[in-house]
């Protein structure tokens, strides 16, 4: 099912940088639908169909070599506006004729303050008394800029920091303005898409809920759907979307693994059962993934028992519900984005992970994914717009796998029980001292140590509980919250005093990286 949102949109063609999502969600800001497609997309029937203006994404590829990616030279004689990022902006220089070297000597990375030069509608009200502070990552520099084109911007090593061509509406941008560390970056982009693109608002959450509503009226829909209910955003917001449409044909699996933090399973389900009057069939095999993660203690073995276990109980639970046509799943754009990557390349695997969404390829079901075109704030938003609880919109994120990763080393139910509890408490506290929502995550682990104590003249030997409690804007970079001196002297005492089992509290205090959020 695909979705056709808008009447002007920001094409953003991607050439393998870390931050491309970032130009896509800097627009979607603005209230504009913008959307991310590799290269070789554009050759596409349709592909430029009602767009407003053209952005080229840095990437790690360079233009020096016999090989590098390229754009169809029609592209630059559409009328379109054009922008280039770091690479789009050497793509750009090539395609015209300029020089670029590479520079080990030259390169830039991090903060550098650039120069104005002279006055253009893209700079408008960018600088601050002529001057502003921007964030560079590139080693290949413009030498000569092409025929027609002007410099509008220069640092001490990129003398061509902004480039125009004026008269075809192109332009190049060394510096990346989609990162926070650019200074008033926003601007240059808004201009980019309001003052040369004259691109229309057209971007509200609220448009897209209206749209993903007529969108299921559109299916023909005798059959049933199918979705895992996890009580994470995505799926919660998958499932209510579904429900305000189909309510009759939505069947939501619960698969309850033993693995979910302390009463987190009766909590969604009653809430999603007797709110929102969600038709759920729930399943309970939580001594089935126990037993098969007896004395496994390696962290990608857990993480793989639990995985395939998960998909073959959903699936032999879906049999068992008649006339399922299709399969609702919580795919978010920055999935769908990963997917078609713009060089190919495939990132090293540092953990398998498990997600609900994408499992089932096997059952041959027709897919509904109603948030593909959405980036995670979009999707809470959108759950506010339908009805759901804060409580569950601002949830800390929570793995697949669930306490199994938390747990270090072998799993029993004794450890699970402990942990749970230890997390509770913590948990709670966070949100009794207004500090939950200052923090993009945050959970108790149970370590496979065991250390000495003293609690009332006796001697203990008991397990040390990790807490964990970091700030991000989207896992994946993270660094410690900062906790008042009152909160850490505190905590300490309210989870050794409640939990039998922990003698000792540990706060861990690494950044990701070199560290990962979770511990396995
Ligand atoms: P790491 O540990 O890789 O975690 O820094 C980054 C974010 O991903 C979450 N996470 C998972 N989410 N299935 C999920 O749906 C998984 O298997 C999984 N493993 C880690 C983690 O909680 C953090 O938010």
Same mark, same amino acid.
């Given at each position: 099912?695909k ?15 870390q931050v491309?999502?970032?130009i896509?969600?800097?627009?979607r800001?603005?209230?504009?639908y ?5 290269p070789?997309?554009l050759?596409k029937?349709n592909a430029?169909?009602n767009?407003t203006g053209?952005i080229?994404?840095g990437g790690?590829?360079?233009?020096t070599?016999k090989?590098?990616?390229k ?9 379109i506006?054009?922008?280039g990022?770091?690479y789009?902006l050497q793509?750009?220089?090539k ?6 070297k ?5 390169r ?7 120069k ?7 700079t ?8 502003n502070?921007v ?8 030498t ?9 911007a220069?640092?001490?090593n990129?003398k061509?920091a902004i480039?125009?061509?004026?008269n075809q509406n192109?332009?190049g ?6 990162v926070?560390?650019?200074?008033r970056?926003?601007?240059l982009l808004?201009n ?8 229309k ?6 448009n897209?809920? =209206?749209k993903i509503?007529?969108?299921f009226? &559109?299916?023909?829909? +005798?059959g #049933?759907? @199918?979705?895992a !209910?996890s009580? $994470?955003?995505?799926?919660s917001?998958?499932a209510l979307?579904?429900?305000?449409v189909?309510?009759k044909?939505?069947v939501c ?5 033993g693995?979910?933090?302390?009463n987190e399973?009766?909590d969604?389900?009653?809430l ?13 095999h939580?001594?089935?993934f ?7 203690s390696d962290?990608?073995k ?5 995985? =395939?276990l998960?998909i073959?109980?959903?699936? &032999?639970?879906?049999r +068992?519900? #008649?006339? @399922?046509?299709? !399969?609702?799943q $919580? ?13 190919g390349?495939?990132t090293s695997?540092?953990?398998?992970h ?12 027709k897919?509904i994914?109603?948030?593909r075109d959405?980036f ?9 717009s ?24 072998k799993i ?6 402990i942990?749970q509890?230890?997390?509770?408490i913590?948990?709670n506290e966070?949100k ?9 995550q945050a ?6 140590v065991k250390?000495?104590g003293?609690?009332g003249?006796?001697?203990?030997y ?8 970091v700030t991000?804007t ?6 410690y919250?900062s ?17 039998i089992g922990i003698n000792?509290?540990?706060y861990d205090i ?5 560290s990962t959020?979770?511990?396995?």
């Open positions: 099912m979705i056709d949102h808008a009447k002007n949109k920001i094409l953003i063609i991607d050439f393998g940088s491309t999502k970032l896509a969600r800097r627009i800001d603005f209230g504009v913008s959307e991310i497609v590799g070789k997309e050759i029937k430029l169909q767009v053209l080229f994404s790690p590829s360079t233009v070599r090989k590098f990616p754009i169809p030279k029609e592209i630059f004689t559409l009328n506006p054009i922008l990022i770091c789009g793509l750009i220089t395609v015209f004729g300029g020089q670029i590479s520079n080990t000597k030259k830039e990375y991090g903060r550098t303050q650039i104005k030069r002279k006055n253009s509608t893209i408008e009200n960018f600088y601050i008394k002529k001057k502070e964030w560079m990552s590139h080693q290949d520099s413009i000569q800029i092409p025929k027609n084109f002007f410099t509008l220069s640092s001490s990129s061509f480039i125009e061509n004026k192109i332009f941008i060394q510096f990346h303005p989609e926070s560390h650019t200074n970056g926003s601007i808004k980019f898409v309001f003052k040369i693109c004259k691109t608002k057209n971007w509200k959450t609220s897209y809920k =209206k509503i007529e969108n009226k &559109k299916i023909n829909n +005798k #049933k759907i @199918i979705c !209910l009580g $994470g955003v995505d799926s917001v998958t979307a579904i429900n305000k189909f309510k044909n939505l699996v619960m698969v309850d693994t693995l979910m933090r302390k399973f009766e969604i389900y009653n999603f059962k007797k709110r929102y009057k969600i038709n759920i069939k729930l399943v309970n939580s001594s089935l126990l037993n098969k993660l007896k004395n496994v962290p990608e857990k993480r793989k028992i639990i995985g =395939k998960f073959k109980i959903f699936e &032999k639970e879906s +068992k519900i #008649k006339g @399922i046509e299709y !399969l609702a $919580g795919t978010l754009y920055p999935d769908v984005i990963e997917s078609k990557s713009a060089t390349s495939h695997k540092i953990k398998s498990h997600n609900v969404g994408g499992l089932p390829k096997k059952m041959k079901l897919l994914e109603p948030l959405l995670k704030d979009e999707v809470r938003r959108l759950g506010i339908l009805g759901l609880k804060n409580e569950i919109v601002y949830r800390h994120p929570f793995p697949g796998p669930g306490l199994a990763i938390r747990i270090l080393g029993t139910p004794r450890k699970i029980k942990l509890e230890a997390d509770y913590f948990i966070l009794k001292n207004n500090l939950y929502s200052k923090i993009w959970y108790a682990a149970l370590l496979p250390t000495v003293v609690m003249d006796t001697r203990t008991e397990y040390t509980c990790l807490l964990r409690a991000s989207d896992g994946m970079t993270a660094d919250f906790f008042p001196k009152k909160f850490i002297d505190n905590i300490s005492n309210k989870i050794i005093n409640n939990v000792r509290v540990v690494t950044s990701k990286p070199p959020i979770e511990l396995e």
